[in-house]
């Protein structure tokens, strides 16, 4: 391990060192394909050798969406925990106090949201300190971050979790990269540049590609591409979550230093400790999630309002939603009739493809 970690610590050192222009962008671009390399075996390594002994935080998914609390030790990720959920995680005013994933559950909007208090994250964190390999793999599972900060200590530590989370393969609030990449058997590299490019060329596309021992491939570039994005996209791993920066603690600052705050992009600030602001981070969190809810009507009935079956934005067909329900419902399917915002008229006799809009009421008709 300290092998891989030295050679890390080499290549890190040389970016910092290499000047960055037209000449040497070939030579960072190799050097970002070998981090990227070793970062991936630090995070799986190579060979099946047995298990270390050390238990997991991984916790049974329940509910309709995972949410997960990252940050530094004793920034009021418990307090906020105990206080959105009603479950007790320890608190106290020493750090390291959470030692191991602690799961809550609320109901917002008639869907159930699964948190999860994560132990604190330390510098160093993606190398395996502190346990915090562990955190990081469970961070990756959720459908959205909450990023908790502390508005004494400045901006920084934002800095310090986001790197942190990008050495694992996490994009906070990213898109992934507009580029398409296909390996071949035979043909050599094929690049098209649908846009000017301002720091890819063919040259370094090869030298990347050739990192990875890629001889092959058809690739085209959509937009104006990174190294990185490049990178990104031959791993294949990365993961791509929405996150929502919590500055907690504004019990302790000024009202103008407030407003301040409220400027930065996918912030909230609260204070868990006082249950200010917690209407405004749920709204937000709901808004992040792009949660679907659909309320089924049976046949000669009023819709259940008070249970929706909960989809997610990709995923709301008709067919979603039977298949949610059980498995065997779409076998059975004959048509739909739909009330809401996704047809025009009400009802409307749809088919198993059909998209359906939050808050559509639907009773399915089955063959005989």
């Not at 390999?133 to 990756?140: C, G, H, M, T």
């Not at 600052?253 to 400790?273: F, G, N, Q, R, T």
């Not at 749920?282 to 792009?290: A, N, Q, S, V």
């Not at 419902?329 to 409307?348: C, D, M, N, R, T």
Request: hydrophobic fraction near 40%; proline fraction near 4%; charged fraction near 25%.
């Amino acid at each position: 391990m300290s092998t891989i970690l030295e050679k890390i610590a080499a290549i890190e050192s040389e970016m910092a060192r290499t000047q960055k222009n037209k000449a040497t962008s070939a030579h960072l671009g190799l050097l970002k394909a070998k981090l990227a390399k070793l970062r991936r075996e630090l995070i799986s390594p190579k060979g099946g050798g047995g298990g270390t002994g050390e238990a997991g935080f991984e916790v049974a998914k329940t509910g309709d969406a995972r949410v997960g609390f990252v940050g530094f030790p004793s920034v009021g990720k418990s307090t906020l925990l105990s206080n959105l959920a009603g479950v007790y995680s320890e608190v106290a005013a020493y750090e390291f106090t959470t030692l191991t994933t602690v799961p809550g559950c609320i109901k917002y909007k008639g869907a159930k949201i699964q948190l999860l208090d994560l132990p604190g994250i330390i510098e160093g964190a993606k190398d395996g300190k502190g346990r915090g390999r562990q955190v990081i793999a469970v961070a990756r599972t959720c459908n959205l971050i909450f990023m908790v900060l502390d508005c004494l200590k400045p901006l920084g530590h934002k800095k310090l979790l986001e790197h942190e989370l990008e050495g694992f393969g996490i994009r906070l609030n990213k898109k992934p990269p507009n580029i398409y990449y296909k390996r071949k058997d035979k043909g050599g590299i094929n690049l098209n540049c649908m846009v000017p490019q301002s720091e890819l060329d063919s040259d370094l596309v090869k030298t990347i590609l050739s990192e990875y021992k890629i001889h092959n491939a058809d690739i085209t570039l959509r937009y104006d591409a990174t190294s990185d994005d490049l990178i990104d996209i031959i791993e294949g791993n990365r993961i791509y979550i929405p996150c929502i920066y919590l500055l907690n603690k504004i019990d302790q600052i000024s009202i103008e230093e407030l407003d301040v705050i409220y400027k930065i992009p996918h912030c909230v600030p609260i204070s868990a400790h006082h249950h200010w602001n917690f209407d405004d981070l749920l709204e937000l969190m709901w808004e992040y999630l792009r949660l679907v809810r659909i309320y089924t009507k049976p046949k000669g009935q009023l819709p259940d309002y008070s249970s929706p079956v909960v989809l997610h934005n990709e995923r709301t067909s008709i067919e979603d939603f039977c298949n949610k329900l059980h498995r065997s419902i779409a076998k059975e399917f004959k048509y739909a009739l739909v009330w809401g915002s996704s047809v025009k008229h009400q009802p409307q006799k749809v088919g198993i493809e059909h998209v359906l809009n939050d808050e559509d009421v639907v009773q399915i008709v089955k063959k005989v």
